[in-house]
C-alpha cells in the first residue's frame, strides 16, 4: 500500500513514488497524462456544523477537451454524495447520515477497484463504531490528469473550508475498527516491555489488572498523519506513565478516580485521547505525512498497560460474524476462528459531551 498524495489547507503533496516513510524506489504508475489508476482509494475527513447546509466539500472540474469532475458534496440531513462525470458518463452514489444533528467530525472512503468493475462509497463518524456502505456502480477510471487536477487543485478545485484532509491511496483501503498505536509504544508483558509493533499471536501481556493474556492478533496500519489520525503525545509522568508515548487520537486511554465514580457511578471509564489534550500532559505531535499504527486484538477486549498506562485494546464486537465488514476491515485476510467476539467493551465508553466534561472536571 502506497499514499500518493495528501491535500489539507496547509499544503497540496503528489508523488508518485509515495508520500511518507512508505516511499517507493519506483512510480507505481507511468508519468503520462492518460495513465489509470484502475484501483484505490480517495479518503477524506470534513467537520460538520449542527446547521450543516449542502456544499462542494472536495473535487475539482475540468471543462476541455470533455467535461469531467469528480464532486464529494454534503446534502440535507447530513449524508454526502459522490458523482463522477466524464463526457456523458457518470458515477454517482448517496449516503443519508443517520445520526445527523450535532457538530461532528466524519470520514469518507470512496474505493474502486476498475478491473473488478466495482466502487464503494463509505461514511465513518469518527469516535463512533457505525459504518455505512454503498455500492458505487459502474465507477469511471480516474486518469493521472483526474487524480492531478483533484489532488493538487489544478482545474476549478472545490476544497470547503471544514475539510479537514484528503488523502490518495493505490489500495483498496480497510474501513471500521482501526489500530491506534505507534509501533515502539512499550507494552508490558511477563519479559518486561517490547514494543506493540513486535509482538505476534501467541505472544502474553499483562492486562491492566496484572493477570496474564494472549495475543490473538497484532494488526497495523499506515494513514495520512492529519485529523483523527494525527499522533498525539502523552507525557510522562501524568497517566501513570513510564515514558512519553505516542498514539491516535482515537486510542482510548482508562480513567479512575473519585471524578469517574461521581459522574458516571462506575469504577472507571474509555476516554479518546483527544479529549485529554491540554498542552501540557498530552499535546498534539508534530508529524511528516504519514504514520503507522499497531494494535493488539486480545480475547475479552482487555485494557494493557502501554508504558505504565492502562489503554485499550482493538475493540472489534462481532465483525467476525460479518463476513463482508470483516473482509473491509484490517482484519481482511485472518482467519474469523482466530479472532474473538467482544460482546460489550470493557469498560463505559465516554459519549464525546461526558469526555469533554471530564477532561474539564479533572483540570479543575
Not at 472540474?61 to 458518463?89: C, K, M, W, Y
Not at 517490547?194 to 491492566?208: C, E, F, I, P, S
Amino acid at each position: 500500500m502506497t499514499w500518493l498524495a495528501l491535500t489539507d489547507p496547509a499544503e497540496r503533496r503528489f508523488s508518485l513514488k509515495g508520500i511518507g516513510a512508505e516511499k517507493r524506489a519506483t512510480q507505481i504508475l507511468p508519468d503520462r497524462p492518460d495513465a489509470v489508476l484502475n484501483r484505490g482509494s480517495i479518503v477524506l475527513e470534513t467537520n460538520v456544523a449542527e446547521d450543516a447546509k449542502p456544499q462542494a466539500l472536495f473535487g475539482y472540474t475540468n471543462p476541455h477537451p470533455e467535461h469531467r469532475s469528480l464532486i464529494f458534496q454534503a446534502i440535507p440531513g447530513g449524508g454526502v454524495s459522490l458523482v463522477t462525470v466524464q463526457g456523458d458518463r457518470i458515477a454517482h452514489a448517496a449516503i443519508a447520515h443517520r445520526h445527523a444533528g450535532r457538530a461532528e467530525t466524519l470520514r469518507v472512503t470512496y474505493s474502486w477497484d476498475i478491473k473488478y468493475n466495482w466502487g464503494r462509497l463509505t461514511l465513518e463518524r469518527v469516535g463512533d463504531t457505525l459504518v455505512t456502505s454503498v455500492a458505487v456502480e459502474n465507477p469511471l477510471p480516474l486518469t493521472l490528469t483526474d487524480l492531478r487536477d483533484l489532488m493538487l487543485g489544478r482545474e476549478g478545485p472545490a476544497y470547503a473550508g471544514d475539510v479537514v484532509f484528503a488523502a490518495l491511496s493505490d489500495q483498496i483501503e480497510p474501513i471500521g475498527p482501526r489500530p491506534t498505536m505507534t509501533s515502539n509504544t512499550p507494552i508490558a508483558t511477563p519479559w518486561g516491555y517490547k514494543n506493540v509493533g513486535a509482538l505476534r499471536r501467541g505472544d502474553t501481556v499483562y492486562a491492566a489488572d496484572g493477570s496474564v493474556v494472549p495475543v490473538l492478533q497484532n494488526v497495523a496500519t499506515t494513514v495520512p498523519a492529519r485529523g483523527s489520525f494525527a499522533p498525539i503525545r502523552f507525557r510522562a509522568p501524568y497517566f501513570g506513565l513510564q515514558h512519553d508515548i505516542l498514539i491516535a487520537p482515537e486510542q482510548h486511554i482508562v480513567i479512575d478516580g473519585p471524578e469517574v465514580d461521581y459522574l458516571f457511578a462506575c469504577e472507571k471509564v474509555l476516554t479518546p485521547a483527544r479529549h485529554l489534550v491540554n498542552g501540557f500532559a498530552a499535546l498534539n505531535e508534530p508529524w511528516g505525512h504519514t504514520v503507522r499504527y499497531c494494535q493488539l486484538i486480545l480475547p475479552q477486549h482487555e485494557p494493557i498497560l502501554a508504558a505504565g498506562a492502562p489503554l485499550e485494546s482493538l475493540y472489534i464486537g462481532r465483525i467476525r460474524r460479518d463476513a463482508h465488514q470483516l473482509a473491509s476491515s484490517v482484519m481482511y485476510g485472518l482467519d474469523r476462528m482466530d479472532l474473538p467476539e467482544h460482546v460489550q467493551p470493557s469498560h463505559k465508553v465516554l459519549k464525546w459531551y461526558e469526555a469533554i466534561h471530564l477532561a474539564k472536571r479533572r483540570a479543575a
